[in-house]
Nanobody, 130 residues
């Protein structure tokens, strides 16, 4: 079992930055692909970014590429999502997830890719005002 707890969400203005984080506990954190998803009420949960178990590979959905950065600190059992140049359409609950697999980019971009995750946090709300 891996327990995940997100924090660091908040209310910011368009163009601002924010860095939600995800703290992992339980069995070993090492070896898991870590992924961020986001969800707006009434809509499906969508993929945002993923980082491989050793940090060598990352993948981002097109709408956040160049603005968001995912990183991990295995010693601290933490995963971060640096959000920059935020837009009102980035407003959502952001969820951290862990997976034993590294999927292809086409899989992550497929609707319902959240089904491939093994563990989830409860989310942290990011609100971007215009």
């Amino acid at each position: 079992q891996v327990q995940l707890v997100e924090s660091g969400g908040g209310l910011v203005q368009a163009g601002d930055s924010l860095r939600p984080s995800c703290a992992a506990s339980g069995r070993t954190f090492i070896g898991y692909t870590m992924v961020w998803f986001r969800q707006v009420p009434g809509k499906d949960r969508e993929f945002v970014a993923a980082i491989s178990w050793n940090g060598d590979s990352t993948y981002y959905t097109a709408s956040v590429k160049g603005r968001f950065t995912i990183a991990r600190d295995d010693a601290q059992k933490m995963v971060y999502l640096q959000l920059s140049i935020l837009r009102p359409e980035d407003t959502a609950d952001y969820y951290c997830a862990a997976s034993t697999r590294w999927y292809s980019g086409s899989y992550y971009d497929t609707r319902g890719s959240y089904n491939g995750m093994d563990y989830w946090g409860k989310g942290t709300l990011v609100t971007v005002s215009s």
